[in-house]
């Protein structure tokens, strides 16, 4: 017997995942899938593709559902990340010297690899040479999207 199927609307923000995904999916042995590609928790949520997204549910002794439609809408309360200058007196500066610099102690900085936004640690030097991106969450607000700053 195949489960009742809903279509699901959610309101998410950058950062997902599929968890945050399964725990507002009500039933039995969740899946998601991406395109048709099973999901893990893990995994985090390609807006990019965000009309791609599917559940199925299955109960014990039972076949699985077919794949219904999740979709997924991103919050538009997020935090503006304009794009700011930066300068510094030292040669080799380092991430936690350009989050100083710019104020607001819940910057997170990135680079870009391909696709990817890679965080990068307090620690790690600063190459000049890169488009560097940033985020910022204002309280009781979302992250903001990637901004990016200029040295």
């Known amino acids: 017997m195949l489960l009742q199927q809903l279509l699901l609307v ?8 599929v968890a ?3 725990t507002n999916i009500t039933g039995n042995n969740k899946k998601v899938y991406k395109n048709g590609v099973l999901q893990t928790a893990t995994d985090p949520i390609d807006w990019d593709m965000a009309d791609k997204y599917q559940y199925t549910l299955e109960d014990a002794g039972k076949c699985p559902s077919l794949q ?3 979709t997924l809408t991103k919050s538009t309360d997020v935090t503006p990340a304009p794009t700011k200058v930066v300068s510094f ?6 991430v936690l ?3 100083t610099a710019m104020g607001d102690s819940s ?4 680079l870009k690899n391909g696709n990817r936004y890679d965080e990068q640690p307090d ?3 600063i190459n000049t040479a890169l488009t560097c991106y940033y985020t910022i969450e204002q309280a009781g607000k979302c992250i903001s999207q990637k901004g ?3 040295l």
């Open 148 to 150: 990016t700053y200029c």
């Open 107 to 110: 910057a997170k900085i990135y």
């Open 123 to 125: 620690a790690a030097a």
């Open 68 to 70: 219904a439609v999740i």
């Open 89 to 94: 007196c030292s040669a080799t500066p380092k």
């Open 10 to 17: 959610f309101l998410f923000v950058k950062n997902t995942t």
């Open 97 to 99: 010297d350009l989050r």
């Open 20 to 22: 945050d995904l399964l």
